[in-house]
C-alpha cells in the first residue's frame, strides 16, 4: 500500500487513510445490523398488533348483547301444565314459557291477527331457546309461577347482529315531521314532509347503496312517522306514497316525528325482514330493547344459537384437564430432570434417553393424540371425551418441555453450590433439594408454566380423543364428558351464522387471557424466588 | 455397619479428649488417584499432624488440590475419579465402606477456593450444618453455634447486626471467612483449605491468615497454597508437589531454609513453577 504518510501532528499514527476506511465500513456494518434489528422488532410488533386489534374488534360485539324486558304473568296452566311444581318438569318445559313471550309480542304488536306467517316473522324475534334461563330460573323458584314477573331474553342472533350494526348497511335520515298526509292504513299512505330536502336525502343514499353494491339488490327504504312504520313505495315531487307495514295502526298526525332509515339491500337479500327491523326498532324506542354485558359467555355452555352459546362448559373443562396435565407433567418432569441432572450416571444409556427426550419434544402433537386414542381408550378402556385422558395425553406432550427445561435450570447452578453443601456433610440428595432445586425453582417454573400453556393452546391431539363432542353441560368432575377452549373455538369458528364470528373472537379472548395470567403467574414466582440469589 | 459408624466417632472423641502434642490426626498410604485413564496423583504417603496448619505446595497441575480432596473423599462426586490406598483418621480408614461420606465430612470441613456462600442468610448458612447433622436442639442452641462459629472465624463483631442478610452481599473476604465459620459450625476436626485466599486482596489475605493461625489451637489444618510467602507464614509442615508425586514433607522451616531435593530448592527460589 503507497498511501501518503499521514501527519503525525494531526492525526496520530493509528489514523491511517486505510484505517479510516476500515474504521468507517465497520460503523456501517453495525449501523446496518441495529437497523436489521430494529425492522425485525417492527414486523413482529405490527404483526402482534394486527392480531390484537383484529381480535378485539371482531369480539367486542359478543361482549354486549341486546336483550328485551317484558312483564308477564306466569301463568300456571301454561308454565306447569301438570300443577305437579316438578323442577325438573318445569325446567324443560320450553314451549311453555316460549308461548307467553310470544304472547306478549304478539299482544303488542299483532293483537287480533291470525296470520301463521306474519306472526311467525314476529316470534322470529326470539329463537325457541331463548327462555330457557327463565325456565331455569323459575324452576328454581316455583313460587313466583301465577305472579307477575319481569324477565329479559336475548335477541335472535341476526337481530341482534343487526342493532349492533350489521346484517346491511344503512342510513337513518331525519325528515322533520309529517307536513301533509293522506290515504289510508290498508290501502296506502301519501305523506309529505317539512324537511325540504327529505326527498333529495333519500335519494342520495338510495343510489349510494345502489352504486356501492354490484349485486341487483335494490335499496329499501323505511319511513317511520310517530309509532307506525311504513315501507317507501315511491317517491315524486317531495310526496311520498308508502305503505303501512308494522306499529300503530292508525294514521300518525299531521306534526308527527318523522324520520327514514335507508338500508342497502331489499329484504329478499337478508335475514331480518322489513317488519323485524320496524318491530325492533320500535321495542327500542319503548326502551324495552337493551345492550347488556354479554354474562352467558361466561355462564352458558355451548349450544346451537349462538345468542345462547357460551364458553362456560369449554372453561371449566380446560381448566380440569390442565390440571390433570399439572399433575402429570410437572412432578413427573422434575423428578426426571433431577435424576437425570443430579444423580444418573454419565453412560450410554442416559445419552439415549437425553436424546429421545429431546426428539420427543419435537414429535407434532397430533401424535399424541393418536397414541391416547391407542393407549388410554382403547387399551386401558377410559371414557372418551373427558378432561382425565385429555390432561393425560397433554401431559405426557409436555413432559419433554418440562423436563428439558427443568435440566436446563438446574444446569445454570453454579456447582460451588454443590460443593459448598456436600463441604458441610450434606448427603447429595439434601444437596440437591436443599439447594440446587430451590435455586433452579424460578426456572423450573418458568419452563413448566409455558409447557402448560401450550398445552392449553393444543386442539389436534384431543379432536382424536372425542373431545370435539358437544357438551351442553358443564362438567364436574375430570370423568365428565368435556371440551376444552381450543377445540370449542375451531368448532365456533366452523358455524354457520354470521353470529359465530364475534362469538368466535370472544373465545379466542378468553382463551388469551388464560394465557397472559398464566405467563403473568411465571414472571411473578421467577421474581419472587430470584430474589433470593 | 452401625456399630462401625459409632467406633468412628467414638475413637474421635477419645482421642480428641487426650490432646496429645504432635499427633497424627490423618495417616496417608500409598494414594494413588486417577481420572478415567489418567493418573494424577502417584503414590503418595503422608502424615498429617492435629493442631498444626500442614500447607501443600507446588506448581499448577501438581495434584494438591486433588490430594486435599482424598482426605475428605470429594473426589467420590467426580463421576470418573478413582482413589486407592488408604488414609486413616484416628486410626480409621476413611475408605472403608462402613464409613459414609457424609459422616466423615462432618468432621473434616473444607473451604474452596471461591467464597461459595449459599444464597441465604449469614444465619442460615452457618446454621445449615448444625441443622442437618442435629448438632443443635431448639433455636437458642442454634443461636449459640451460630455466634460461636461466626466469633472464631473472626466474623461476629461485623455481622452480628444483620446475620438476616443475605450471605453473599458481603465482601470477598468477609464471604471466605463466613465460609470458615461454616465449616466450623460443624464442629469437625479436620479443616482442608483449597487455596482460600487466592481470590482475595492483600488486606483479606492477611485477616485470614491470622484466622487460620488461630484456629490452628483447636483444629487440624490442611491449606493448599501457590503462595510460598504464605506457607512460610502459616504453615508448621510443608509438603512439596510435583507432577502428582510429593517430592518433598517436612518442618516449614527446614524445607524453606533447607531443602533436601533440588526441585524444591528450583521451586522456592522461583525458578519454574
Redesign the interface.
Request: glycine share 8%; aromatic share 8%; hydrophobic share 40%.
Given at each position: 500500500m503507497n498511501s501518503p504518510a499521514p501527519n503525525p501532528s494531526e492525526k496520530g499514527t493509528f489514523v491511517t487513510e486505510a484505517a479510516l476506511k476500515r474504521l468507517k465500513k465497520r460503523h456501517a456494518a453495525e449501523m446496518r445490523f441495529k437497523l436489521y434489528g430494529q425492522v425485525a422488532i417492527g414486523i413482529a410488533v405490527v404483526a402482534l398488533i394486527t392480531l390484537l386489534v383484529s381480535i378485539f374488534g371482531q369480539a367486542s360485539s359478543a361482549f354486549s348483547r341486546n336483550v328485551l324486558t317484558f312483564d308477564t304473568t306466569l301463568d300456571a296452566a301454561q308454565v306447569d301444565p301438570t300443577g305437579a311444581r316438578d323442577p325438573d318438569e318445569i325446567s324443560r318445559n320450553v314451549s311453555g314459557f316460549n308461548l307467553l313471550l310470544q304472547d306478549n309480542l304478539a299482544d303488542q304488536f299483532l293483537p287480533g291477527v291470525e296470520d301463521r306467517a306474519r306472526l311467525r316473522e314476529l316470534y322470529g324475534l326470539f329463537t325457541r331457546l331463548a327462555v330457557l334461563p327463565i325456565a331455569r330460573k323459575t324452576a328454581e323458584r316455583p313460587d313466583t309461577i301465577g305472579s307477575q314477573q319481569r324477565f329479559s331474553v336475548a335477541l335472535a342472533d341476526d337481530i341482534d347482529l343487526f342493532l349492533k350494526g350489521g346484517v346491511t348497511e344503512r342510513t337513518s335520515i331525519k325528515l322533520g315531521t309529517v307536513a301533509r298526509i293522506s290515504g289510508s292504513i290498508e290501502t296506502g299512505v301519501q305523506m309529505a314532509f317539512s324537511s325540504p330536502d327529505a326527498s333529495d336525502d333519500i335519494t342520495k343514499a338510495e343510489t349510494r347503496f345502489q352504486e356501492a353494491s354490484a349485486a341487483d339488490s335494490a335499496p329499501t327504504t323505511l319511513v317511520s312517522a310517530g309509532d307506525t312504520w311504513f315501507r317507501l313505495d315511491t317517491l315524486a315531487d317531495g310526496s311520498a306514497s308508502l305503505t303501512f307495514i308494522a306499529g300503530e295502526q292508525a294514521l300518525p298526525a299531521a306534526g308527527a316525528q318523522a324520520s327514514a332509515l335507508v338500508l342497502a339491500q331489499a329484504q329478499e337479500n337478508r335475514t331480518v325482514s322489513d317488519r323485524q327491523i320496524a318491530w325492533t326498532m320500535l321495542l327500542k324506542e319503548e326502551g324495552r330493547i337493551k345492550s347488556t354485558f354479554n354474562t352467558s359467555l361466561f355462564t352458558h355452555s355451548d349450544s346451537t344459537y349462538p345468542e345462547l352459546a357460551g364458553a362456560a362448559a369449554a372453561i371449566v373443562g380446560s381448566l380440569l384437564t390442565m390440571l390433570v396435565t399439572a399433575m402429570l407433567a410437572i412432578p413427573v418432569g422434575i423428578f426426571a430432570a433431577v435424576y437425570l441432572e443430579e444423580f444418573a450416571?454419565?453412560n450410554r444409556m442416559t445419552d439415549l434417553i437425553e436424546v429421545n427426550i429431546n426428539n420427543l419434544a419435537a414429535v407434532p402433537s397430533i401424535v399424541f393424540g393418536l397414541l391416547g386414542a391407542a393407549v388410554f381408550i382403547n387399551f386401558l378402556g377410559m371414557p372418551r371425551s373427558v378432561p382425565l385422558v385429555g390432561g393425560l395425553v397433554l401431559g405426557l406432550l409436555v413432559l419433554p418441555t418440562v423436563i428439558i427445561a427443568s435440566r436446563a435450570a438446574l444446569k445454570s447452578v453454579?456447582p460451588?453450590?454443590?460443593?459448598?453443601?456436600?463441604?458441610?456433610?450434606?448427603?447429595?440428595t439434601?444437596a440437591v433439594f436443599?439447594?440446587v432445586l430451590p435455586?433452579a425453582a424460578p426456572g423450573i417454573l418458568t419452563g413448566s408454566i409455558i409447557g402448560m400453556a401450550r398445552a392449553l393452546g393444543e386442539t389436534a391431539p384431543l379432536l382424536l380423543i372425542g373431545m370435539v363432542a358437544f357438551v351442553a353441560e358443564v362438567p364436574s368432575g375430570p370423568t365428565d364428558e368435556s371440551t376444552v377452549l381450543p377445540v370449542l373455538i375451531y368448532k365456533w369458528s366452523t358455524g354457520a351464522e354470521r353470529a359465530w364470528e364475534p362469538q368466535t373472537a370472544a373465545a379466542i379472548i378468553v382463551l388469551l387471557v388464560f394465557l397472559v395470567l398464566m405467563n403473568l403467574i411465571a414472571i411473578i414466582l421467577r421474581r419472587r424466588f430470584e430474589r433470593?440469589? | 455397619m452401625d456399630g462401625n459408624v459409632e467406633d468412628f466417632t467414638e475413637t474421635a472423641r477419645s482421642k480428641q479428649a487426650q490432646n496429645m502434642p504432635e499427633m497424627t490426626k490423618v495417616e496417608c498410604r500409598n494414594i494413588d488417584v486417577f481420572y478415567g485413564e489418567k493418573q494424577a496423583i502417584f503414590d503418595i504417603s503422608l502424615d498429617i499432624p492435629d493442631r498444626a496448619v500442614t500447607a501443600f505446595i507446588g506448581p499448577s497441575g501438581c495434584g494438591k488440590s486433588t490430594f486435599l480432596r482424598c482426605i475428605?473423599r470429594?473426589n467420590d462426586?467426580i463421576?470418573s475419579a478413582r482413589v486407592t490406598g488408604q488414609i486413616f483418621m484416628d486410626g480409621a480408614d476413611i475408605n472403608d465402606h462402613s464409613i459414609d461420606p457424609?459422616?466423615?465430612?462432618?468432621r473434616v470441613?473444607?473451604?474452596?477456593q471461591?467464597p461459595?456462600?449459599?444464597?441465604?442468610s449469614i444465619y442460615d448458612n452457618i446454621a445449615?450444618?448444625p441443622r442437618?447433622?442435629g448438632l443443635a436442639s431448639g433455636k437458642q442452641e442454634l443461636d449459640e453455634v451460630v455466634e460461636s462459629a461466626l466469633r472464631k472465624a473472626g466474623l461476629w463483631e461485623e455481622v452480628k447486626d444483620r446475620l438476616l442478610a443475605?450471605g453473599?452481599g458481603l465482601s470477598g473476604g468477609q464471604q471466605q471467612r463466613l465460609?470458615i465459620a461454616?465449616?466450623i459450625?460443624?464442629s469437625p476436626e479436620v479443616i482442608l483449605m483449597d487455596e482460600p485466599c487466592s481470590a482475595l486482596d492483600p488486606i483479606a489475605t492477611a485477616r485470614i491468615e491470622e484466622l487460620i493461625d488461630e484456629l490452628r489451637e483447636r483444629y487440624c489444618i490442611v491449606i493448599v497454597t501457590h503462595s510460598m510467602q504464605q506457607a512460610a507464614r502459616v504453615s508448621q509442615k510443608t509438603a512439596f508437589f510435583h507432577l502428582g508425586k510429593l517430592v518433598e514433607y517436612g518442618d516449614t522451616e527446614r524445607i524453606f531454609t533447607n531443602p533436601e531435593d533440588s526441585r524444591t530448592q528450583d521451586y522456592i527460589t522461583g525458578r519454574f513453577g
Open positions: 450416571t454419565k453454579p460451588s453450590i454443590r460443593t459448598a453443601a456436600l463441604g458441610v456433610g450434606a448427603s447429595p439434601q436443599h439447594h435455586l433470593r440469589w | 475428605n470429594m462426586t463421576e457424609v459422616l466423615l465430612r462432618s470441613g473444607m473451604v474452596f471461591k461459595n456462600p449459599f444464597p441465604k445449615y450444618g442437618i447433622h443475605p453473599t465460609c461454616r465449616a459450625a460443624v
